[in-house]
């Protein structure tokens, strides 16, 4: 599914319904698995002496939820796990399920089609109109879904923009003065904001992360549709330590 569209919530919902369950669940964030390299340091915390027979011995499935393939070195490190889950033996594999969460790959240098193909496929999409009218309704009951501005329909049928446009239109006093540009330039300084590398940087205020955007569109070229910029720009954006 694409960005916003609710991959992490809805992979953490499930984890949490299948803990209750006979599954024993490990959870991962991108930047917790993108380093491992094998199924086996994934199943348990600490390796037992015989991995196959342990995991055996265990009554209940263990499914492991790898979050956000897409991101950063992590689907390099998909590969690598995927690899590792095919040479246990079958008896092994039928004790463990692999979900993980990811954008379309298909554009990414790394990706190879057939290495996923016997793999199960779980599109997320939009809101249709009838579901976002729905999404709407229960955010705000009384609000009247026909005055909805059409220009913001496309972008707000993609779950974290929807709230995004509802916090705005609370500032804002209306959802007609909230444009697509307007939505997208918050969902990046929200992405910004919730970035682990730009906290460990100091980056936590709005002021901060408009200020790094604003320089970062003033040193970037494009070319070709290739988004290119220096190192030394780099530096001057984001501090000495964030190279």
Known sequence: GEEGIGKSILSLQIAQKLSSEKYIVRYFESLEWESIESIEELIFTKMP???????????????????????????????????????????????????????????????????????????????TKEELKEAIAKLEPTYDFTQFPKNLIDVASIPRYLLLAFNLKNKLNSYENITKERLYWEGLKEQIKNDQNMRELGITENNDIESILYNFVDKVTIDDNRVTIKRNDLKDIFGENYL
Do not use: C, H, M
């Open 49 to 127: 002496d015989d991995f196959n027979k342990s995991l055996l011995n265990e009554e209940k499935t263990t499914a492991v939820f790898l979050d956000g393939v897409n991101e950063k070195n992590a689907l390099n490190t998909s590969r690598k796990i995927l690899k590792s889950f095919k040479s246990l033996d079958v008896e092994i594999q039928q004790k463990i399920k692999i979900i993980f969460t990811t954008r379309d790959l298909s554009a990414y240098t790394d990706y190879i089609d057939n290495e996923w193909n016997s793999y199960k496929l779980f599109p997320l999409n939009k809101f």
